[in-house]
């Protein structure tokens, strides 16, 4: 154990925030990318806040969230092995929603929607892939939101 996960220091839950602040992924041809965003992020409500032609392209609500970019560095973007970016849904049927979604944008099928826990149970959970291979899951925990 090191000296960060050995610390008893614990997080104050009136304080806590949900990490991360946002998330992003690489990509080869932004504006095809970017056409693929704004349909998958539409089904959560989710536009276009920030736009840098030629290099990125930030969703979110009222704050950047979610960013499509190109890589900094001028190399080529890759999927990660083994990174995954997951949205948290407002219900199952948005789960659903937002895998059908993926896939009719061309996406691709990483696990249909359906429950995922140990008792078959919470929580419900899909994955797919986008069409530059980032992996991403769309889930829900408890019940929907009303």
Do not use: W
Request: aromatic residues 8%; negative net charge.
């Amino acid at each position: 154990m090191n000296d960060v996960t050995s610390s008893s220091q614990k997080a104050i839950p009136e304080k806590a925030r949900a990490l991360p602040g946002h998330s992003t992924v690489g990509t080869n041809d932004l504006d095809a990318a970017a056409a693929y965003y704004d349909k998958l992020l539409a089904v959560f409500g989710i536009g276009r806040v920030l736009v840098q032609p030629g290099r990125a392209v930030y969703y979110g609500h009222r704050a950047l969230e979610f960013g499509v970019l190109k890589p900094f560095n001028g190399g080529t973007a890759i999927a990660g092995n083994g990174t995954m970016t997951a949205f948290e849904a407002r219900s199952r049927a948005q789960v659903d929603l937002a895998h059908a979604t993926a896939l009719e944008a061309g996406g691709s099928d990483e696990g249909a929607p359906g429950p995922r826990g140990p008792d078959g149970g919470d929580p419900y959970c899909a994955y797919f892939r986008d069409p530059e291979g980032n992996k991403f899951l769309v889930y829900r925990t408890g019940p929907d939101e009303v």
